[in-house]
């Protein structure tokens, strides 16, 4: 029976082509089953993931955080920041050796792309907002 996964974050600025996991947490790209699994059985997940546009309206497709359901206890807010860390500043570093190399980087070069989104699913399906300038709830629709 496959393990069930929760959403942690959403990552509107990186568009990952394969996973990459570490122990109870996942950050998976736009089309893993996991993510679109959880987007099948909640409204809040299913508009917040399809809702994503760039400057230009074209459609962005996120990446995700995601915590496997029987993570421990310890598995925190801050074991998910170390290991959106880990993987921005091995991503960075690699971006950075392939610019100064003369190559072109296929990875995002600046840590900022790893940040997450405000907006998160909530448990009743809803949206709520928390950061450092925001606190709000709203309609999936």
Same mark, same amino acid.
Do not use: C
């Given at each position: 029976?496959?393990?069930?996964?929760?959403?942690?974050?959403?990552?509107?600025?990186?568009?990952?082509?394969? #996973?990459?996991e570490?122990?109870?947490?996942?950050?998976?790209?736009?089309?893993?089953?996991?993510?679109?699994?959880?987007a @099948?059985?909640?409204?809040g997940?299913?508009?917040?993931?399809?809702r994503?546009t760039?400057q230009?309206?074209?459609?962005?497709?996120?990446?995700?955080?995601?915590?496997?359901?029987?993570a421990?206890?310890?598995?925190?807010?801050?074991?998910?920041?170390?290991?959106?860390?880990?993987?921005?500043?091995?991503?960075?570093?690699d971006?950075? @050796?392939f610019?100064? @190399?003369?190559?072109?980087?296929?990875? #995002?070069?600046?840590?900022?792309?790893?940040? #997450?989104?405000?907006?998160?699913?909530?448990?009743?399906?809803e949206?709520?907002?928390?950061?450092?300038t925001?606190?709000?709830?709203?309609?999936?629709?």
């Amino acid at each position: 029976m496959p393990l069930d996964w929760n959403l942690a974050y959403i990552l509107p600025h990186t568009h990952f082509e394969e #996973p990459i996991e570490h122990g109870p947490l996942a950050l998976v790209p736009p089309g893993d089953s996991r993510l679109v699994e959880l987007a @099948s059985t909640s409204r809040g997940v299913a508009s917040l993931i399809s809702r994503f546009t760039d400057q230009f309206a074209e459609k962005i497709e996120p990446s995700a955080i995601l915590i496997r359901s029987d993570a421990p206890k310890g598995i925190d807010f801050y074991a998910v920041v170390r290991f959106r860390n880990a993987v921005a500043i091995a991503s960075v570093i690699d971006a950075a @050796s392939f610019q100064y @190399s003369g190559g072109r980087a296929g990875y #995002p070069q600046w840590s900022n792309y790893f940040d #997450p989104h405000a907006f998160m699913a909530t448990k009743d399906d809803e949206l709520a907002a928390r950061s450092l300038t925001s606190m709000e709830v709203n309609h999936p629709e």
